[in-house]
């Protein structure tokens, strides 16, 4: 069955196709910021109950993941074509949703996880996952739909849960979040500053420059990109936590590097805008994951004092003079790296597109 718009025949399954990724982008969207929030009130040590506010934002999601999951299988079906984005999503969709019964189970036998278990390995995998294959997805369906170009607010709608959920995993394998009464799966701490040094940079410039590829470099995108991001993390880390109210100016400024990259790969059409953009980009790591960071770095720096909620802003400020300047250039090399990686993952799926 078809129909017409805009003088175009365009399928139904195709159609149907993109608005499952659409729609399977916003529930990871909801379900990674349930979860981020959770995190907050777990350092908070609000009493936890199954029916938070932040369970509810991630089941929601979840259950909106599923429905987007349920239009790109019908799609697939109806065009008998399953290709790799619509495989990807829906292996997503399956481990997101089966790490509510396997979360269920682990509490039963142990009791309270960390931050760093099994039950969360799956459901962050599943995020990943879907979020990529969303993506994906929806770059390559879109042309489909008889589009010049994917829409700036639908480069950021799909690049969005990209970015968080891939974050979000850096921060399971960097927090020392994960020592419970059955196990420490606490990452060592070297180990876990080496991680939040180099994949922080490389994964938000990744991430970034994909996105001003995917709009043909014109300014906004990043800049609309990494502001969504800085909201979601105020509304979700910052906020919750009244002793942190005061740094949201200066979590607000940690975008002025991004706007600035953003000027000057759509001013400047040269490799090197590239290499200078990423470099930027991946020296601004330590403000845009600010307060959470701020765990990490501490157990290297003074390991026998805790951050409590109320010194996390004392204790980061404290740090970031000392700290800043060592990671500055191993951020910068690897943002250059996550910059052309970015550019050159979209820049194969558009000369794929053209088979």
């Known amino acids: 069955m078809n129909y017409f718009q805009r003088g175009t025949l365009i399928s139904i399954p195709a159609q149907r196709m993109a608005a499952g990724y659409v729609v399977l982008s916003v529930g990871v969207l909801m379900a990674i910021s349930g979860g981020t929030w959770d995190v907050t009130n777990h350092l908070l040590n609000k009493p936890e109950t199954f029916f938070s506010p932040p369970h509810a934002i991630l089941y929601a999601g979840a259950g909106t993941a599923v429905a987007g999951a ?27 949703v089966s ?29 990943v996952a879907s979020a990529v294959g969303a993506l994906t997805g929806i770059v390559y369906a879109w042309p489909r739909l008889e589009q010049k170009a994917l829409p ?17 995993a850096l921060h399971m394998f960097s927090l020392p979040f994960s020592d419970t009464a059955y196990f420490n799966f606490n990452p060592y701490p070297q180990a876990a500053v080496a991680v939040s040094t180099l994949g922080f940079p490389l994964v938000t410039a990744a991430v970034l420059l994909a996105a001003s590829r995917l709009s043909g470099r014109k300014f906004g995108t990043m800049s609309i990109l990494a502001g969504a991001f800085v909201t979601v993390g105020i509304l979700t880390s910052i906020l919750p936590n009244d002793a942190l109210h005061a740094t949201v100016p200066f979590y607000l400024s940690a975008v002025i590097p991004l706007v600035a ?13 590239v290499l200078f953009a ?17 765990h990490t770095y501490n157990e290297v720096l003074s390991p026998e004092r805790a951050v409590w ?14 700290v800043f300047p060592l990671v500055a250039a191993p951020a910068a090399a690897m943002g250059v790296l996550g910059a052309m990686m970015g550019q050159k993952m979209v820049e194969r799926a558009e000369v794929s597109l053209l088979k």
């Open 261 to 273: 990259a953003d000027a000057v790969l759509s001013r400047w059409k040269s490799q090197k805008a």
């Open 99 to 127: 790490a509510g019964p396997v979360d269920f189970g682990w509490h039963s036998v142990f009791g309270l996880d960390g931050l760093l278990s099994p039950p969360h390995a799956v459901l962050v995998s599943g995020m």
């Open 152 to 168: 700036r607010a639908l480069i950021v709608l799909v690049m969005l849960p990209v970015w968080l959920t891939a974050a979000g």
């Open 278 to 294: 990423g470099a930027l980009i991946g020296a601004a790591f330590f403000m845009l994951y600010f307060p959470l960071i701020t």
């Open 309 to 322: 909620a109320s010194l996390t802003a004392i204790i980061y400020f404290e740090m970031l003079q000392g």
């Open 70 to 96: 349920v239009l790109v299988l019908s799609a697939a079906r109806a065009e008998k074509k399953f290709d790799l984005p619509a495989r990807i999503a829906i292996i997503g969709v399956a481990l997101l």
